[in-house]
């Protein structure tokens, strides 16, 4: 069975500033893809960004890059020119892509101050 | 956003009682999903769904059975509630178009009391 691991149960950053938040995922699979969501206090989650680990040049969305490591089995979400509005828990997830089995990590509880 | 929506929001019931927990998406997903959240345990899948009548167990499956008559509706059932399922409950859909990016409830929070 597949696992995630956060290390960071939390983490704090200065307004404008960035932050890298890590994750390590344990899995014989090669088809899958991995995911950073957000959970701001409304308790929606909301994707932030994806990669599909066949690809090999790493994911970005604005703010927000992936150093994706597969040999390492790491996946790092970088958040670049913090802002208040990004202060919510981020969980990192892996998804088997042949039975669409998703897991996720306990999670990071990011704050943004000003 | 994905229409999904999930009813009861929040429900306080009793240990032996059972529950029934329903996810309605309007996305025409193929995939749907139940998860409970808890503290220090992010998200745990406890069955999901690939097509009408086609179900799977997750990670946390004891205690809980789902069923999908229709595309649009998922439903968790807890035939015996006990304490220990006092949680959030989320549900979520997608498809491959979405490159599996799954689309999530509001959350519904139980009590067993």
């Known amino acids: 069975a597949q696992t995630v691991t956060q290390s960071q149960p939390e983490m704090s950053v200065q307004e404008a500033e960035t932050v890298t938040l890590s994750c390590t995922y344990d899995?014989?699979?090669?088809?899958?893809?991995l995911f950073w969501y957000k959970q701001p206090p409304s308790r929606q989650m909301i994707l932030v960004i994806r990669?599909?680990?066949?690809?090999?040049q790493n994911a970005t969305e604005n703010r927000f890059s992936v150093n994706f490591q597969k040999a390492a089995k790491s996946f790092s979400l970088k958040i670049s020119d913090s802002q208040l509005g990004d202060t919510a828990m981020y969980f990192c997830?892996?998804?088997?892509?042949?039975?669409?089995?998703?897991?996720f990590g306990a999670g990071t509880r990011l704050t943004v101050k000003p | 956003d994905a229409g999904i929506t999930q009813s009861p929001r929040h429900k306080v019931t009793e240990t032996g009682t059972p529950v029934t927990l329903r996810c309605h998406q309007t996305e025409n997903h193929r995939y749907m999903y139940w998860y409970r959240q808890d503290p220090g345990h992010g998200l745990r899948l406890i069955h999901y769904s690939y097509g009408v009548k086609d179900t799977d167990k997750g990670e946390v499956s004891d205690g809980y059975s789902v069923s999908r008559s229709k595309t649009e509706d998922f439903l968790l059932t807890l035939e015996s509630a006990t304490s220990s399922q006092t949680s959030v409950y989320f549900c979520?859909?997608?498809?491959?178009?979405?490159?599996?990016?799954?689309?999530f409830g509001p959350g519904t929070r139980l009590t067993v009391l």
């Open positions: 990669q599909e680990a066949y690809k090999q």
């Open positions: 979520a859909s997608g498809n491959d178009l979405t490159y599996n990016e799954q689309f």
């Open positions: 899995t014989s699979e090669n088809n899958y893809y």
């Open positions: 997830a892996f998804m088997n892509r042949n039975n669409n089995d998703m897991r």
